[in-house]
């Protein structure tokens, strides 16, 4: 049997979501569904659910905890109006759901790099900091994206170590008094990227020394950098605060590609993990197909006890 006729056959015989049964999601959102109870608090994003929730957002955070999803994730959160973070917010209250992760703006992953040392640098990511303080408010949030930014290249290793230690230590000090905490993203987007594995990424927590600094292991960036991910990430596992997911390659939903995803999962449940994994991927097929098939390999992948 082919994969997608799988996927229809599975969705359409046993899933809290089907072809047939979304169709009419926008005229019954407000009735009961029976919502799938998941292992771990998976986050989907803005987007993700859109073909069948519509593109309001709140209609869209309401279908995620209507399928059983207990947290939700939004990288681009500072830039929408207050007015709207404010609702995601309310609407999270209201529906039991944690906020996960978004990203502190410094102006993008590559730019105003805190490697050079350079005080403008710093001076718009503490500004960014201080910015964030205000957004997590709204929303309930506790984690915050942070990427340094590019190397360095005409300063030593070691200086760009201590630049990035220094600022974060900065950052650190605006966090701390609220009980929030920003979480390094080492990526494997470029080789210009500073941040790019889970060794140094942990290095840089134990420098800073703060409840506010802690790493994001993102396990398709770490896949595709290092590999040997449950080995990995039992070696850092004291300064992991929040995971992100997808497979590879393709960056998509689990079971798309060579990531055993169920025994990540089952290592991430038993170490005690209560946090969020966000689900920071693209779907495999367009429209409703595409997002049955991605709530459908969630309910696969969690079926590891």
Request: charged residues 25%; proline residues 3%; aromatic residues 8%.
């Amino acid at each position: 049997m082919k994969r997608r006729d799988f996927i229809k056959n599975t969705a359409l015989s046993s899933g809290v979501i089907t072809l047939g049964g979304v169709v009419t999601y926008a005229s019954e959102k407000n009735k009961k569904t029976s919502a799938t109870t998941f292992n771990l608090k998976y986050a989907p994003h803005f987007g993700m659910f859109k073909q069948h929730a519509g593109e309001n957002l709140i209609d869209q955070l309401n279908f995620m905890a209507d399928q059983g999803f207990t947290a939700f994730e939004d990288n681009g959160l500072m830039s929408r109006d207050v007015a709207m973070q404010t609702s995601i917010g309310e609407t999270l209250a209201k529906r039991g759901m944690t906020m996960g992760v978004f990203v502190v703006d410094k102006g993008g992953n590559m730019a105003n790099t805190l490697a050079a040392g350079k005080q403008q640098h710093l001076d718009i990511f503490l500004d960014g900091c201080k910015r964030a303080v205000e957004v997590a408010k709204r929303v309930n949030a506790k984690w915050m994206t942070v990427v340094p930014g590019a190397f360095e290249r005409k300063l030593p290793i070691g200086v760009q170590d201590a630049n990035v230690i220094e600022a974060l230590k900065r950052a650190a000090e605006i966090f701390e008094p609220h009980g929030l905490v920003m979480v390094l993203e080492p990526l494997s987007d470029s080789p210009d990227l500073y941040l790019q594995n889970s060794d140094q990424t942990y290095m840089i927590c134990k420098a800073v020394d703060s409840p506010s600094c802690k790493i994001l292991f993102d396990i398709y960036h770490m896949q595709k950098t290092e590999g040997n991910l449950i080995h990995n990430m039992g070696l850092t596992w004291d300064e992991i605060a929040y995971i992100q997911i997808g497979d590879n390659p393709g960056r998509n939903e689990p079971t798309t590609g060579e990531i055993n995803y169920k025994n990540v999962f089952k290592f991430i449940y038993e170490k005690g993990f209560d946090g969020v994994l966000g689900m920071e991927h693209g779907n495999s097929m367009s429209g409703k197909e595409g997002e049955t098939a991605v709530i459908e390999a969630y309910k696969s992948v969690d079926r590891f006890l």
